[in-house]
């Protein structure tokens, strides 16, 4: 099994920055591809950035030139900065990771976790 956790999030005044941890724990083989979503009130959840283990990221255009992307040293453990907030930024960002992992029997499989998310608010 697998598990995300975000942290980082909170209230920020416009033009401020926050930096979003994620890290990931369980029977983890490899991960492939991690990425930052978010959903804000009444909208649907939409992509913010992606990394692959190769280190090549991708960007919403909405948050490119302004938000950064990056993996940890930590190993399975991913990073949002957050620069120059906006208040259409404010949602709430949820780490997702596509993994490989062994089951309780061993087996290697794949599949997607989601954390639980973490609200960023940008508000004065």
């Known amino acids: 099994q697998v598990h995300l956790v975000e942290s980082g999030g909170g209230l920020v005044q416009p033009g401020g920055s926050l930096r979003l941890s994620c890290a990931a724990s369980?029977?983890?083989?490899?991960?492939?591809?991690m990425g930052w979503y978010r959903q804000a009130p009444g909208k649907e959840r939409e992509l913010v950035a992606t990394?692959?283990?190769?280190?090549?990221?991708n960007y919403a255009d909405s948050v490119k030139g302004r938000f950064t992307m990056s993996r940890g040293n930590v190993k399975n453990t991913a990073y949002l900065q957050m620069n120059s907030l906006k208040p259409e930024d404010t949602a709430v960002y949820y780490c997702t990771a596509n993994v490989l992992f062994r089951d309780y029997s061993g087996s290697v499989r794949g599949g997607n976790s989601w954390g639980q998310g973490t609200q960023v608010t940008v508000s004065s």
């Open positions: 990394i692959i283990s190769g280190g090549s990221t």
């Open positions: 369980g029977t983890i083989v490899t991960i492939n591809t």
